[in-house]
């Protein structure tokens, strides 16, 4: 069942904050595709390639030029009408300095106007879960770095929305710590049932992780492949190593066209 | 540590007013000219009575006037805020108004409020006003955008947004404006009541001194830097208490 599609997205950004020759960047054209419902979809392309523009037009922070985007049959043309239907977690942690741990993570329930103390129990249930046990009530600046990120997806998980947005959530991350998230958002996605649509720069990352993997043009973003990532559940660390796993590799790499 | 932080500057103050009081002794320096540390405490302990009328007076002034300049100071930081164009046209502005002596405004602020209250609290304010406003205005403008577009992806509204985010963002800012007010208030209450007043620090300075009362200005002027202490360590606190996160992450 198709859950979010994305129909013809064109973007172009002519700011006067773009410096040099090129006043007008053009950032997406002409971007279609869809997400069933459960899918882990991975996004990579090489930088500037407008990924992150797709995730900030889907969650109501931009404006397509043309296009449309359609969530559950339902058309949302506006910014308004797309924010607050999708759990966007932007590439910076974006913890609040000024809140603990655990308000947090509760800050969706708390803009809904949800009972703070309900979410709050709710949230202290799965911290454990999200590595987090001990330190609810500690500042964000007190946390390490894959901390940070886990604090920041255990935010976006409780926003209740089906559909997650993660850009690069551990692009910013060490490749050991990056690894040990890596598995354990394999195992955390089979506990709730979520969409996930992932952004990320890393071939192993994104194989590993989907169910289906997009490659995305330079700029502008284009759709350069659309690959179903059949290797087999659970995967592991291990799963790099596999031939199928190489030969999907070797596929992604080929239509990266890395120059 | 605080402790420790504390002795080194206490024992060079310690030093030097027995530094003082030596030289007054061993100089013979007349009592109106320069009167001993001790001869201060003296004056302080026998006109207590006096002085605590008017240091009641001077704070009445200072915290009146710090509050109308909090609240005018965050009132128009929130307005440069919400147009930029206004905020162009009034930011130079305000910082020219700077150089305006506030001092030569206060015989003005006489001839124009009479020697009530009123004239001792718009100095103040206007003392205050402009440290407090920069640097709210500075503080919402440096609100991360990140954080305000993650509000916005979760559907916030805009009060929800100020309250969760630009506020306490600003607040930092805020109180650097404020501890600068702060400990230019009290100075300017003593300049409002310096051109007239009937009750105040400052008009007791300046009796003082034309009586040739020269420990009693010693022991005022003692207070009124005692009272700005005082004031800056208030903010200090209150500052603590309403940002934990900020202090405790250093």
New interface residues.
Partial sequence: MTLLAVDSLSKTFSSAAAKGAQPVVQALADLSFQVAAGEFLSIIGPSGCGKSTLF?IL???EQPDTGQVTLQGQPLPLETDR????G?M?Q?D?L????TVLDNVI??A??AGDSRELARSEAQRLLPLFGLDGFENV?P??LSGGMRQRAALLRTFL?GYETLLLDEPFGALDALTRRVLQQWLLGVRTRFKKTILFITHDIDEALLLGDRVLVFSPRPGRITADLPIDLPHPRSQDTVLDDSFLAHKRNVMAHLKLE | MMTARLIFPAAVLLMLLALWELLVWALAVPKWIVPAPSAIGQAFWETRALLATHVRQTMLEVAIGIGVAVSTGVALAAVLDFSPWLRRAIYPLLVISQTVPILALAPLLIIWFGFGIAPKVIVVTLFCFFPIAINTSDGLTATEPELIDLLRSMGATWPQIWQKVRLPAALPYFFSGLKIAATYSVVGAIVGEWVGAKQGLGIHLLRSSAAFKTAQVFSAIAITSLLSILLFLTVFVIERKMMPWYFERR
């Fill in positions: 900030r969650s109501g922070l924010q607050g239907r999708f966007y932007p910076r974006t609040l300095p000024w809140r800050l969706g708390d803009l500042w600046s007190a926003t």
